[in-house]
């Protein structure tokens, strides 16, 4: 067969088990969904229309929950109609989709949770220019350009990867169109391209990383400096969120990736992925709204339904 063959699509095995099972992975899925959609909508809603949350920080943030959104909804909705439906089967175009949208959505989060962490040094570190490092152009201009290295970074792996032929067996160990379990059933000889890019992009993720670790070693030697106990609370408060969606985002990333090479199940590898795909996007709103004195306040507006007067969309939309 011909490349062309990956045009009947693929066939998504997810996880083995009775029908009663598969309802159960369905409805846990299609609730984990629904409280990511909820989260994430409520902070992109209360971030956008509080004029009170209209700084550097919750404008990262309200593209972070926009990227959570975009992660969780390449794949969850597809796999609770496959367990729902005892149909595993998915369309080239949807493999397609997938293949993009989920490396685009996890590596825009990692370069938003980076510049996020450059937004926290300034703020820490250099307080008195705060406003003039992180002006509002520069702050559109870093969220840009994250989503923008994103796309074209993904989009290259894409074309890289729907490039090489699938001869016969289109059956993928995973619940959602993987990348590397899409070279394992590639027929295609030589797969250096897309090796390539995985290289780069691993050397990409690996700065973003660094560049967050530098900061933090920047921002805490700083907040030790701080003499009331008051000030560092305070200088903590804005960091903790920040450092526990970064933890939680690369622990699930590495666990889910590193874990296969190293010789586990097919199962463990699954459950994984779905630790990765699902509780960051379900799991941030929560850790940034805990303790968050202003996003309570925003949610409380909301709820009373001060937010949602014309002046306040009138002044979002221009802003």
């Not at 559109?140 to 890289?160: D, I, N």
């Not at 394992?184 to 000889?189: E, F, L, T, V």
């Not at 921002?219 to 903790?240: D, M, N």
């Not at 799991?283 to 309570?296: F, G, H, T």
């Amino acid at each position: 067969m011909n490349r062309t063959s990956g045009l009947m699509g693929f066939l998504l095995l997810g996880f083995p088990g009775p029908c009663s099972l598969q309802l159960l992975q369905a409805g846990a899925l299609a609730a984990a969904y629904m409280a990511a959609l909820v989260g994430n909508g409520l902070t992109i809603t209360i971030t956008s229309l509080d004029p009170c949350l209209h700084t550097c920080m919750y404008f990262f943030l309200r593209n972070l929950s926009l990227s959570d959104i975009c992660l969780i909804s390449a794949v969850v909705p597809q796999a609770v109609t496959n367990s729902a439906t005892h149909c595993h089967s998915i369309s080239f175009l949807g493999c397609v989709v997938q293949v993009f949208l989920v490396p685009f959505s996890a590596f825009a989060e990692l370069s938003l949770l980076t510049v996020m962490s450059i937004d926290r040094y300034a703020a820490i570190c250099h307080p008195l220019h705060y406003e003039a490092i992180m002006s509002r152009d520069t702050c559109v201009q870093m969220a840009t350009l994250s989503w923008l290295s994103s796309g074209f970074v993904c989009a290259m792996h894409t074309v890289s990867t729907f490039s090489f032929s699938y001869c016969g067996n289109r059956q993928i160990q995973q619940f959602f169109c993987d990348i590397l379990q899409l070279l394992a059933i590639s027929c295609s000889q030589n797969v250096t391209a897309e090796v390539v890019l995985i290289f780069i992009s691993a050397i990409l993720d690996t700065g973003c990383f660094a560049c967050i670790v530098v900061s933090y070693v920047f921002i805490f030697s700083t907040v030790r400096r701080i003499p009331s106990t008051a000030g560092r609370a305070k200088a903590y408060s804005t960091c903790l969120p920040h450092l526990a969606v970064v933890v939680l985002l690369l622990s699930t990333a590495f666990t889910a990736y590193l874990k296969p090479l190293l010789g586990s199940s097919s199962s463990t590898h699954l459950v994984l992925s779905v630790v990765y795909v699902v509780l960051p996007p379900s799991l941030n709103p929560v850790i940034y709204s805990l303790r968050n004195k202003a996003m309570k306040a925003g949610l409380k507006k909301l709820v009373t339904g001060k937010l949602l007067t014309k002046q306040h969309i009138l002044l979002f939309l221009h802003g």
